[in-house]
C-alpha cells in the first residue's frame, strides 16, 4: 500500500526533478543569451549614435556646401570679380594692398584729404570668412576723409563703378563746423581678393 502511494506521487517528483534538471541545465544557457541579447542591444544603440552624429556633420557640411554654392552664384550675378593679387599664398594684408592702392587713386583723382584709415583683416562678422575662409581674403577698411561735395559724389559714383567687388557697409557725412561746403567723412567698406 506504501508502495502504490509513492508510485502515485513518483510520476510528479519524476517530473519535477526533470524540471529542476532542465532549469538547472539551461539557467547559463538562457543568461549568456540575455548577455548576448544586451551586449548586441548596446551596439546598437552606439552605433545608431554614431551614424546619427555622421549624419548631423554630413548635413551641416552640405549646409555649408549650399551656402559657398550661393554666395558663389551672388558673386557671379554681382557682375564683378574679386580682386587677385599678383602672388599666391600672402596673409589677408599683403592680398588686400593692391586693392587698397586702386580705392586711394580713386581719393587722389577726386582730390580727397584722408585722415586715416584703419583696417581689420577678416572680420570674424563677414560670410565670406565665416564660410569661404579657404578662398577669399577679406578685409574692413575704415576712412576718414575730408572732401567737398562735388568731390565726394563722382568718388562715390567712381567707387561704385569700380571693377572689383567690394562691399560699402556706411557712409557717414558731416559738414564742418566753420565751412558748411567742406564734410566730413566716416566710410566703411569691406575689400575682397581671392587667395
Known amino acids: 500500500m506504501e508502495n502504490e502511494k509513492i508510485k502515485q506521487f513518483m510520476l510528479p517528483i519524476v517530473v519535477m526533478v526533470l524540471i529542476l534538471i532542465g532549469i538547472i541545465f539551461f539557467i547559463p544557457k538562457i543568461i549568456e543569451q540575455l548577455s548576448s541579447y544586451y551586449g548586441v542591444k548596446s551596439e546598437i544603440k552606439t552605433k545608431q549614435e554614431t551614424i546619427a552624429e555622421k549624419e548631423a556633420q554630413i548635413a551641416e557640411y552640405n549646409s555649408k556646401e549650399?551656402?559657398?554654392?550661393?554666395?558663389?552664384?551672388?558673386?557671379?550675378a554681382s557682375g564683378k570679380p574679386f580682386f587677385k593679387p599678383v602672388v599666391e599664398g600672402m596673409d589677408t594684408e599683403a592680398a588686400i594692398a593692391g586693392e587698397l592702392e586702386e580705392i586711394l587713386q580713386l581719393v587722389r583723382a577726386n582730390k580727397i584729404k584722408v585722415r586715416s584709415i584703419t583696417t581689420d583683416p577678416d572680420p570674424k562678422d563677414d560670410?565670406?570668412?565665416?564660410?569661404?575662409?579657404?578662398?577669399?581674403?577679406?578685409a574692413r577698411l575704415e576712412m576718414e576723409m575730408i572732401a567737398n561735395y562735388v568731390n565726394y559724389d563722382n568718388f562715390l559714383k567712381e567707387l561704385y563703378k569700380h571693377e572689383h567687388f567690394l562691399d560699402i557697409q556706411s557712409a557717414e557725412i558731416v559738414p564742418y563746423k566753420k565751412n558748411k561746403k567742406i564734410l566730413l567723412i566716416n566710410l566703411k567698406l569691406k575689400v575682397y581678393a581671392k587667395k
Open 127 to 138: 560670410n565670406f570668412v565665416q564660410n569661404a575662409a579657404s578662398q577669399y581674403n577679406v
Open 66 to 76: 549650399q551656402s559657398e554654392r550661393a554666395q558663389e552664384q551672388e558673386n557671379q
